[in-house]
């Protein structure tokens, strides 16, 4: 990154700038290609002639290749203006304006808008420059403070005069200290597939780990792991450590950068019994491999299999192989709480020809403390996440652990005392409590920390304290409609740029299908799901094509930035909710007490897979339908609407910018 007054980047020498642009990206990434530097070359010769001759820019802010931590990019120039932040994407030798090319700068410019302080109070405007388009008549769009706004097309002819136009038209907000500009805090919040794709690719991933300031836990946690992992291997015994936090707080996180991030170490591998999870992250490192590399993509594929796996698969290989010792001393199980207990695993397996004698946990200890020397399995728990029958919960690690003396215990500390009996880690021997531990902090939902807290008082059906929430001042980013169509719209208009849109379910919504949305991501395809949440629209089998349904077994582990609810007849209110399964041509009561809760973890993981906000579509029903009473599904909107939903209905709807500048940064 270069960041230097306009005048000073009039005066300098252009090639000394390229100089050091390939410098420093040589010292971050792999080294500059002829290509890139030339590019380099283009845009800063544009520039140049851009804001030759114009006075009043000279005391202005010029920043190149500004590094994007999220996304994993950098931005070619920003123009840091008194009262505005111009974000400057050039394609060099560019005939045409494309639409990604548009996304992409607009990308950009959100990006600023929700994590950039330095962006609460003045316009974020992206200027797309094509050096050799021709633009059509300048469409200037609505220019309001600390709001990322449309897309200005630009050429290297005419790239001067849209600055001068713009400097013309900001809005009088107070103005800015422009060489101050880079000093203040961007913390972003990175998704999980960004995430690992940054981590993958060994870039810096500080902060990444750090994220916001506000949740500052995340690098302790970290840090506490890694801790545990270089004294397991120094005193050469066996180790585990159970990771807990809320919804979206940054477990997976952590456990990616334990695994891979430059803070972590070779020889680990990520394990997760979500096959969607396994699917997803290891098509995204292949893609990027194989484009950032170029390597054939069926190499590229390969390549990521040893670093994301598949718990079953390497569950069953050792235990039908049980004189062969993992290459690896250290193994991250993701959501481990869902382990299979030992009746169950016993039971499910016992035609397959890998046959279980014990509950998941006990096979993996014993398959880890095949290491002679020592082992770290590290177990991420996340509370209110069991959604299958026979997960175990806390109690069987528990249970495990109880005939395995040896292994020496990390755990935050309270486990032992929590009411649900399956998330009780009995108080044992040989154990540490930390409570860097827990991440008690939510980083997923960007906009409001208090969302996994207010889904928590929803689906206790503590009305009072979910409206205690929603009137804290931040907008609450949960919104209600009735109307399928006008969640569609609303979805689209708000992910601008590259963000992403999609509609998750409940399994058991069966009747959904009558209201067209009967087609479900088959979860077990790793096509199909690889192209639900990595491909774009206008590709039909995409998430934001806003035509197929996402339900919690294809979307847990995952997000997306903007989600789609569509509420099922399976939960229902009627003095407090009522889960039911649909039998035939009925709905039906399921009995006993695990069925029960997870159905309702299933509309908790639902409730909280969105980074910014979650749309809830409540269908009205029909009369003639006994399966789709409209004074059940009613009940359901009403309590919602008690709770502090947002109306879809009063807010505005339009092609402008949306709204959201007031709560975008914590």
């Not at 400057?88 to 950039?116: G, I, S």
């Not at 220019?143 to 001068?164: E, F, H, N, Y």
């Not at 026979?390 to 003396?405: H, I, Q, T, V």
């Not at 755990?411 to 008690?440: F, I, K, Y």
Request: glycine content about 6%.
């Amino acid at each position: 990154m270069i960041s230097l007054p306009v005048g000073a980047f009039l005066a300098a020498d252009r090639q000394a700038l390229v100089q050091q642009l390939a410098y420093e990206d040589m010292q971050q990434f792999r080294g500059s290609e002829r290509t890139q530097i030339r590019a380099w070359e283009q845009s800063i010769t544009v520039l140049a002639a851009a804001l030759a001759g114009w006075p009043d820019a000279t005391d202005w802010q010029l920043i190149l290749e500004f590094p994007m931590r999220r996304l994993g990019r950098r931005i070619d120039a920003l123009l840091i203006m008194p009262r505005a932040v111009v974000v400057l994407e050039f394609k060099t030798d560019a005939a045409q304006l494309l639409t990604a090319d548009r996304q992409q700068v607009e990308d950009y410019a959100l990006d600023l808008q929700d994590f950039h302080a330095a962006c609460r109070a003045h316009p974020i405007i992206p200027v797309l420059v094509a050096t050799h388009a021709t633009p059509g008549p300048a469409a200037w769009p609505l220019l309001l403070p600390g709001v990322a706004a449309t897309v200005i097309d630009a050429s290297a002819a005419t790239l001067g005069q849209v600055l001068r136009a713009l400097a013309a038209r900001l809005p009088p907000v107070p103005p800015q200290t422009p060489d101050r500009w880079a000093d203040a805090r961007y913390q972003p919040v990175p998704g999980i597939i960004e995430a690992a794709r940054t981590l993958y690719l060994r870039h810096d991933v500080s902060d990444i780990v750090a994220a916001r300031a506000d949740v500052h836990n995340l690098t302790v946690t970290t840090d506490a792991i890694l801790g545990a992992i270089r004294a397991a291997e120094a005193e050469r015994r066996h180790t585990i450590i159970f990771v807990t936090g809320i919804p979206g707080a940054g477990k997976t996180l952590c456990g990616l950068n334990a695994v891979f991030g430059t803070a972590g170490r070779s020889g680990a591998t990520f394990l997760t019994g979500n096959p969607t999870l396994v699917l997803v992250l290891r098509e995204a490192l292949a893609r990027d491999a194989s484009r950032n590399r170029s390597r054939q993509i069926g190499a590229a594929r390969r390549e990521t299999r040893s670093t994301i796996q598949a718990l079953p698969h390497m569950r069953d290989h050792y235990v039908s192989h049980p004189l062969e010792t993992p290459a690896e001393h250290v193994i991250v199980v993701d959501e481990a709480q869902r382990c299979w207990s030992g009746d169950y695993a016993v039971r499910a397996t016992k035609t397959r020809p890998v046959q279980l004698t014990a509950s998941e946990p006990a096979h993996i200890l014993d398959i880890m403390a095949r290491h002679g020397d020592w082992s770290t399995v590290v177990c991420l728990i996340g509370g209110g996440q069991e959604i299958h029958t026979g997960e175990g919960g806390l109690a069987e690690w528990s249970n495990a652990l109880r005939d395995r003396p040896d292994w020496h215990i990390y755990a935050p500390p309270g486990l032992s005392e929590a009411p649900d009996p399956r998330q009780r880690l009995a108080a044992l021997p040989n154990t540490d409590h930390d409570v860097a531990l827990h991440l008690s902090v939510p980083v997923r939902s960007v906009r409001n920390p208090g969302a996994a807290a207010w889904v928590d008082h929803v689906l206790r059906s503590d009305a009072v304290g979910a409206r205690r929430i929603a009137e804290t001042g931040m907008r609450l980013p949960f919104v209600l409609t009735r109307d399928l169509d006008a969640m569609r719209h609303y979805l689209r208009q708000q992910a601008r740029g590259l963000r992403r849109a999609g509609l998750v379910a409940s399994s058991g919504a069966k009747r959904l299908r009558a209201d067209g949305l009967g087609v479900e991501v088959p979860h077990m395809d790793a096509g199909a799901v690889a192209n639900w949440f990595l491909d774009r629209w206008p590709d039909v089998r995409a998430s934001d094509a806003l035509e197929t349904v996402a339900t919690q077994f294809a979307c847990q582990g995952l997000e997306l930035d903007l989600v789609g609810l569509c509420w099922g007849g399976d939960l229902v209110r009627r003095q407090g909710w009522r889960v039911r399964n649909f039998s035939g041509s009925k709905w039906t009561v399921p009995g006993g007490a695990e069925a029960i809760a997870n159905r309702m973890n299933t509309y908790r993981v639902l409730l909280t897979r969105a980074r910014y906000e979650t749309v809830i579509w409540v269908p009205r029903g029909d009369a003639r339908d006994r399966t789709r009473d409209p004074a059940e599904l009613d009940q359901v909107a009403a309590f919602l609407l008690d709770c502090g939903a947002v109306p879809l209905e009063t807010l505005a709807v339009a092609d402008a910018p949306p709204p959201t500048a007031q709560a975008t940064l914590v």
